[in-house]
């Protein structure tokens, strides 16, 4: 039993799982034990002083915290669908054209190579309500009064997304197009010939066989949900009046600047099984259409 | 009417092209003019004056630093590219594990691999700091080297586990009944044949080690070890701005990477889909 356990495979998964194990396993169960802990930065002791499940009805009582949540919900859920909306438009655009369209494509990763920290820095650029690109352009055109994107309650949520939007769009585009260059050409003949609109072969055909591309995008993405916090951060640092406020920069502000790391971690945890439950989602999703698609 | 479709295809087309390009293009320029320009209304597009100020101030040529950023582009290069190549060598095991291996628990070993991938930065952040501060090992190259290998680790598995799928598995066997052992079969067949794959697992890694902001910014404390995407913060004051120099540093960013991925744009995305599909 032993001699099969060190055998070939789990030697060379052995590796990996050690650098997983002390990065990210064995911190996590460091972070669930202080989310029991009155546990602050500032006073070492604490993190011996056991409050039992405290942190997290605090949690549960912390209004502010409900709304960075429900705001965390409703910002993936926006940002997600539009990416995937405006990444399968752009792909079906690209796939139409015929001349130089591996130039576009190149083109179309782009925003890809930015980091999140520099995308937010050039759109806190562009929306500067003062030297903003945008309100320049606005100003050609007569609009005088300069118009407080990221300084405005609503529009700043709404800068934010168009930032994240920006950068993340591409992936699906690219994934999306692979899979739209991987369609057989017959059935959609087949279809067409048998009197079907162009709606009816898209629904019927393009879709289906898109579906798999659309949970690996999915997939993908969802492993790095995270990063916006990066944009935020640098845009907006959950202001104004903590309107733009997500789980991951309340993290950040009770655990580093209030140094409440008991409370933080507790919010961690949250923020993480949201994390891991998209992914998982996404993830079976993805291996079921797989299935789907290998029967047809 | 089929005239004008197409013109406003092409229209749309256009109009994306300009959606996806400007902000960058708005950064490039601002990075080569003086700071009071970019104030200037209406935005002028064409620098009245070109200028490398900012970039002989950030590499010291005049002898004043306003941003240590050699330092700092010195740190991310070497720690990119020694987390990518252990990261690669780590991952490229484990990925030809999961495609050539049949072994208990294989599907739940990999997606739990691809879930720890999945824990946001900041989330790990706070353990992390108090674990390296423990160690000793906080503000070190080492330190920050040793996150991004296990960052990476999950998705170069991913991505290699997808090549090497698509090599068929008789190449070895062929290879292996002609007297070579299964390292010698891997190293001479397999790995050559996986090779451009590989290259672009070890670009996406390098890409993600080279713009990650979250974790670096609590791991790296000062110059001896912050990377540029810390470094940018620099120029960011408690009131005031410099954009100008942003800009400039941003380039700096942004040059390496483009480079890299128009490499092995390809292969990045058939690596994606592979992997992915044909599971």
């Given at each position: 039993m032993s001699r099969k356990f060190f055998s070939g495979p789990f030697i060379l998964i052995l590796p990996s799982i050690l650098a997983i194990g002390f990065v990210i396993i064995i911190p996590l169960i460091f972070s669930f034990y202080t989310s029991f802990t009155s546990y602050k930065l500032t006073r070492p002791d604490s993190l011996f002083n056991f409050v039992g499940l405290r942190n997290y009805e605090r949690?549960?009582?912390n209004t502010k915290f409900w709304y960075a949540f429900g705001r965390t919900i409703l910002f993936l859920a926006v940002v997600l669908n539009l990416e995937l909306l405006f990444g399968l438009g752009i792909a079906l655009l690209i796939n139409k054209i015929t001349w130089g369209q591996r130039t576009l494509r190149t083109i179309m990763m782009f925003p890809m190579m930015f980091s999140p920290i520099l995308v937010g820095f050039q759109w806190k650029y562009i929306f500067n309500d003062n030297i903003g690109l945008l309100n320049n352009f606005l100003y050609l055109f007569g609009y005088e009064s300069a118009i407080p994107w990221l300084i405005d309650k609503y529009l700043a949520m709404g800068s934010i997304m168009v930032a994240e939007i920006w950068a993340n769009t591409s992936i699906f585009a690219i994934l999306l197009l692979a899979g739209l260059l991987g369609i057989p050409r017959d059935p959609i003949e087949a279809a067409r010939v048998d009197g079907c609109?162009?709606?009816?072969?898209?629904?019927?055909?393009t879709l289906p066989f898109l579906m798999p591309f659309i949970f690996i995008a999915l997939t993908i993405r969802s492993l790095d949900v995270g990063r916006a916090y990066d944009i935020v951060h640098i845009m907006t640092g959950g202001g104004p009046a903590m309107r733009t406020e997500l789980l991951w920069t309340m993290i950040a502000r009770i655990g580093y600047k209030d140094a409440n790391m008991g409370f933080a971690n507790a919010m961690s945890y949250?923020?993480?099984?949201?994390?891991?439950?998209?992914?998982?989602?996404?993830?079976?999703?993805l291996v079921q259409a797989r299935r789907d698609l290998g029967q047809q | 009417m089929k005239q004008i479709r197409k013109i406003g295809f092409w229209f749309l087309v256009l109009f994306l092209l300009i959606l996806i390009c400007l902000p960058g293009i708005w950064i490039f320029v601002s990075a080569f003019r003086p700071n009071p320009e970019i104030l200037s209304k209406?935005?002028?597009?064409?620098?009245?004056?070109?200028?490398?100020?900012?970039?002989?101030?950030?590499?010291?040529i005049n002898g004043y630093v306003s941003v240590p950023a050699f330092k700092y582009l010195m740190n991310s290069v070497i720690i990119s590219s020694v987390s990518t190549v252990i990261a690669i060598t780590i991952g490229?095991?484990?990925?030809?594990?999961?495609?050539?291996?049949?072994?208990?628990?294989?599907?739940?070993?990999?997606?739990s691999l691809m879930l720890a991938r999945a824990v946001p930065g900041i989330s790990l952040s706070l353990p992390l700091f108090i674990l390296f501060a423990k160690l000793g090992i906080i503000n070190t190259s080492f330190g920050v080297i040793l996150v991004y290998v296990a960052m990476n680790v999950p998705f170069t598995i991913w991505l290699t586990d997808g090549f090497f799928r698509q090599i068929p598995k008789e190449m070895s066997e062929v290879a292996r009944t002609d007297g070579c052992t299964r390292l010698q079969a891997f190293w001479n067949v397999e790995l050559p044949l996986a090779g451009p794959g590989i290259g672009a697992a070890a670009i996406f890694a390098f890409l993600l080690s080279w713009n990650e902001y979250a974790l670096a910014s609590i791991i790296t404390r000062t110059v001896h070890s912050k990377t540029l995407p810390i470094g940018m913060m620099d120029y960011l004051d408690e009131f005031t701005i410099n954009w100008a120099g942003?800009?400039?540093?941003?380039?700096?960013?942004?040059?390496?990477?483009?480079?890299?991925?128009?490499?092995?744009?390809?292969?990045?995305?058939?690596?994606?889909?592979?992997?992915?599909?044909?599971g």
């Open positions: 949690l549960i009582d609109n162009s709606w009816q072969v898209f629904k019927n055909i949250v923020s993480i099984i949201l994390s891991i439950a998209f992914t998982y989602y996404f993830f079976t999703k | 209406p935005a002028n597009w064409i620098p009245d004056r070109w200028t490398i100020h900012q970039f002989t101030q950030m590499f010291s490229m095991m484990g990925g030809y594990a999961f495609a050539r291996f049949n072994f208990r628990g294989k599907n739940s070993i990999f997606l942003m800009c400039a540093i941003a380039v700096v960013m942004i040059v390496p990477a483009l480079v890299l991925t128009f490499i092995v744009q390809k292969h990045l995305v058939s690596g994606l889909t592979f992997g992915g599909v044909k």
